[in-house]
Protein backbone atom coordinates (compact mmCIF):
# COMPACT_ATOMS: atom_id res chain seq x y z
CA UNK A 1 0.00 0.00 0.00
CA UNK A 2 1.27 3.66 -0.86
CA UNK A 3 1.31 6.23 1.53
CA UNK A 4 -1.44 8.20 -0.87
CA UNK A 5 -3.55 5.47 -0.19
CA UNK A 6 -3.36 5.05 3.36
CA UNK A 7 -4.15 9.08 3.56
CA UNK A 8 -7.19 8.48 1.72
CA UNK A 9 -8.37 5.39 4.48
CA UNK A 10 -6.93 7.06 6.86
CA UNK A 11 -6.53 10.73 6.77
CA UNK A 12 -4.71 12.36 9.74
CA UNK A 13 -6.26 15.72 11.15
CA UNK A 14 -3.62 18.65 10.77
CA UNK A 15 -2.65 19.86 14.13
CA UNK A 16 -1.60 23.92 14.04
CA UNK A 17 0.11 24.45 17.44
CA UNK A 18 -1.73 27.43 19.21
CA UNK A 19 -0.17 31.07 18.75
CA UNK A 20 1.49 32.43 22.12
CA UNK A 21 1.61 35.85 22.58
CA UNK A 22 3.49 37.28 25.17
CA UNK A 23 1.88 38.76 28.25
CA UNK A 24 1.54 42.78 27.90
CA UNK A 25 4.15 44.22 30.34
CA UNK A 26 2.63 45.98 33.09
CA UNK A 27 5.37 49.09 34.02
CA UNK A 28 5.74 49.65 37.56
CA UNK A 29 7.43 52.81 38.00
CA UNK A 30 5.45 55.69 36.82
CA UNK A 31 7.63 57.74 34.17
CA UNK A 32 7.44 61.88 35.51
CA UNK A 33 5.33 63.90 32.73
CA UNK A 34 8.44 66.50 32.25
CA UNK A 35 12.07 66.48 31.25
CA UNK A 36 14.46 65.97 35.06
CA UNK A 37 16.21 69.45 35.41
CA UNK A 38 20.04 68.74 36.31
CA UNK A 39 21.75 69.19 39.51
CA UNK A 40 23.08 72.31 40.14
CA UNK A 41 26.29 71.20 39.86
CA UNK A 42 25.81 69.62 36.54
CA UNK A 43 24.66 73.33 34.81
CA UNK A 44 26.56 73.85 31.70
CA UNK A 45 27.43 77.31 30.62
CA UNK A 46 27.19 75.92 26.72
CA UNK A 47 23.62 74.22 27.37
CA UNK A 48 22.66 77.47 29.22
CA UNK A 49 24.16 79.81 26.66
CA UNK A 50 22.57 78.01 23.69
CA UNK A 51 19.14 77.40 25.59
CA UNK A 52 18.72 81.39 25.94
CA UNK A 53 20.09 82.10 21.79
CA UNK A 54 16.87 81.22 21.00
CA UNK A 55 14.33 84.16 21.13
CA UNK A 56 11.03 82.50 21.83
CA UNK A 57 12.96 80.57 24.71
CA UNK A 58 14.78 83.92 25.90
CA UNK A 59 11.15 85.44 26.09
CA UNK A 60 9.69 82.62 28.57
CA UNK A 61 12.30 83.66 30.50
CA UNK A 62 11.42 87.27 30.55
CA UNK A 63 8.34 86.43 30.84
CA UNK A 64 8.95 83.97 34.29
CA UNK A 65 11.46 86.39 35.59
CA UNK A 66 9.37 89.31 35.13
CA UNK A 67 6.17 87.96 37.17
CA UNK A 68 8.35 86.58 39.65
CA UNK A 69 6.84 83.55 41.06
CA UNK A 70 5.49 80.25 39.14
CA UNK A 71 3.21 80.69 36.44
CA UNK A 72 1.70 77.22 34.77
CA UNK A 73 2.74 76.59 30.81
CA UNK A 74 -0.79 78.02 29.58
CA UNK A 75 0.23 81.54 31.42
CA UNK A 76 3.14 80.85 29.34
CA UNK A 77 1.69 79.99 25.88
CA UNK A 78 1.57 82.06 22.82
CA UNK A 79 -0.98 82.40 20.75
CA UNK A 80 0.90 82.20 17.66
CA UNK A 81 2.99 79.13 18.33
CA UNK A 82 1.69 75.56 18.30
CA UNK A 83 1.33 73.84 22.01
CA UNK A 84 3.78 71.05 21.00
CA UNK A 85 6.32 73.90 19.81
CA UNK A 86 6.28 75.65 23.04
CA UNK A 87 6.36 71.98 24.88
CA UNK A 88 9.64 71.74 23.15
CA UNK A 89 11.31 75.22 23.98
CA UNK A 90 10.13 74.41 27.80
CA UNK A 91 11.81 71.04 27.44
CA UNK A 92 15.09 72.16 26.51
CA UNK A 93 14.94 75.06 29.09
CA UNK A 94 14.06 72.37 31.59
CA UNK A 95 17.28 70.21 30.47
CA UNK A 96 19.45 73.12 30.36
CA UNK A 97 18.96 73.57 33.75
CA UNK A 98 17.12 77.20 33.54
CA UNK A 99 13.86 75.85 34.85
CA UNK A 100 11.98 74.31 37.56
CA UNK A 101 8.77 72.34 37.55
CA UNK A 102 6.11 71.75 39.98
CA UNK A 103 3.54 69.58 39.28
CA UNK A 104 0.04 69.67 41.05
CA UNK A 105 -2.51 67.57 40.04
CA UNK A 106 -3.12 68.26 35.71
CA UNK A 107 -0.85 71.46 36.10
CA UNK A 108 2.56 72.06 35.70
CA UNK A 109 4.35 75.10 37.41
CA UNK A 110 7.17 76.64 36.01
CA UNK A 111 9.82 78.55 37.92
CA UNK A 112 13.32 80.12 36.42
CA UNK A 113 16.26 78.19 38.75
CA UNK A 114 17.79 81.48 39.42
CA UNK A 115 18.80 80.77 43.19
CA UNK A 116 20.84 77.53 41.41
CA UNK A 117 22.22 79.94 37.95
CA UNK A 118 23.18 82.48 40.07
CA UNK A 119 25.23 79.98 42.76
CA UNK A 120 26.89 78.41 39.25
CA UNK A 121 27.09 81.26 37.34
CA UNK A 122 27.37 84.40 38.91
CA UNK A 123 25.73 87.61 36.94
CA UNK A 124 24.71 85.76 33.97
CA UNK A 125 21.38 85.63 33.75
CA UNK A 126 20.97 89.30 35.15
CA UNK A 127 23.47 90.06 32.19
CA UNK A 128 21.44 88.22 29.58
CA UNK A 129 18.23 89.86 30.47
CA UNK A 130 20.31 93.02 30.55
CA UNK A 131 21.56 93.18 27.39
CA UNK A 132 18.25 91.05 25.81
CA UNK A 133 15.93 93.80 23.97
CA UNK A 134 12.67 93.66 26.05
CA UNK A 135 9.73 91.90 25.60
CA UNK A 136 6.19 92.06 23.50
CA UNK A 137 3.56 91.50 25.60
Do not use: W
Not at 22 to 28: G, S, V
Not at 29 to 40: D, G, L, S, Y
Not at 103 to 127: K, M, S, W, Y
Amino acid sequence: MSMEQFNRILPLPVVMPPILRPAPQRRTIARPRVAAEPKRRELRLDKVLAALADPTRLDIVQYLVSAGDELNCAACSCPQRSKSTMAHHFKVLREAGLLGTREEGTQIFNHVRRADLDARFPGLLDAVLKAAPSIHR
